[in-house]
């Protein structure tokens, strides 16, 4: 009788110590963050393994998110990213090239859509006006101020198609005045009128565009290469194909070529003025 009462205590306190040891071990397992989330995600499938039920709507939203999520993803070729839907909704009332091009220049320079549409809208219908290619006129935008409305260089070229504003402040006149080169539609207008007359003057876009960065004493072969490669990009989207890869170097800056001939320009009043 005495042998089997202390032989109950022991085993009660053997009983009581390895209880306190495992329920420290469960304090020490449950307290990990990872074991949590697992011990979590194993009780979910607990309850969706003994509710059939359940588990079945889960299962049916859980492929009506899949399938909604693979129906508004549009992919515009391999390498480029999906077309988001402010982008689309911006777009959605241009022609498909000029949609196309607006979605292009929106994700690579990094622009607003809604603008950049606007934008492309212009350049499509002035192009069309005055027999002028637009993605010529795009090409420009994009090479002079990477579609920034407000660039301004040091020598005083300004706005979306970098315009000599103080050389050509009269044909802002039509727009409310100089102050409008920050205007990203009246730039591209003033632009475009100093390119065309530009092309005009000299008898071929290559010289026009030499004309327009302000090329005197180099033959802005870097510069006129860069906007050509950028056109044959942009009409490679117009036509929803994959643009070509360019491999021309970045075109040096024409600031001191603009302001020599800025400089030409105010001296000889019969010498053609470009940007």
Not at 21 to 46: D, F, P, Q, V
Not at 196 to 209: H, M, P, V, Y
Request: hydrophobic fraction near 40%; include cysteine; aromatic fraction near 4%.
């Amino acid at each position: 009788m005495t042998a089997q009462n202390t032989t109950r205590p022991h085993t009660t306190e053997l009983l009581r110590q390895s209880s306190d040891r495992l329920w420290r071990l469960l304090y020490a397992i449950t307290h990990n963050s990872m074991t949590l989330l697992g011990l979590g995600l194993a009780i979910a499938a607990m309850v969706l393994l003994a509710n059939p039920g359940l588990r079945n709507d889960v299962e049916e939203k859980l492929l009506g998110w899949l399938q909604q999520r693979q129906t508004s993803d549009v992919q515009v070729s391999e390498d480029a990213e999906p077309v988001a839907s402010d982008t689309m909704a911006a777009t959605a009332a241009l022609p498909r090239d000029q949609a196309q091009v607006a979605n292009w220049i929106s994700r690579k320079y990094r622009v607003a859509p809604e603008p950049v549409s606007t934008l492309v809208a212009e350049a499509f219908a002035l192009g069309s006006r005055i027999k002028l290619d637009p993605t010529l006129i795009l090409a420009v935008a994009a090479i002079e101020s990477s579609f920034n409305p407000f660039a301004h260089s040091p020598v005083g070229a300004q706005g979306l198609m970098q315009v000599l504003t103080r050389v050509h402040s009269d044909k802002y006149e039509d727009f409310g005045g100089k102050q409008a080169a920050f205007d990203p539609v009246a730039n591209l207008h003033v632009g475009v009128q100093v390119l065309k007359d530009c092309i005009r003057n000299t008898g071929s876009t290559e010289g026009g565009l030499r004309c327009y960065v302000g090329a005197v004493n180099t033959d802005a072969s870097d510069y006129i290469a860069k906007v050509k490669a950028e056109q044959q990009r942009l009409r490679s989207v117009a036509r929803g194909q994959r643009p070509p890869v360019s491999t021309v170097a970045q075109a040096p800056a024409a600031n001191a070529g603009r302001e020599l001939e800025a400089q030409a320009s105010s001296s000889e009043p019969g010498k053609p003025k470009s940007s």
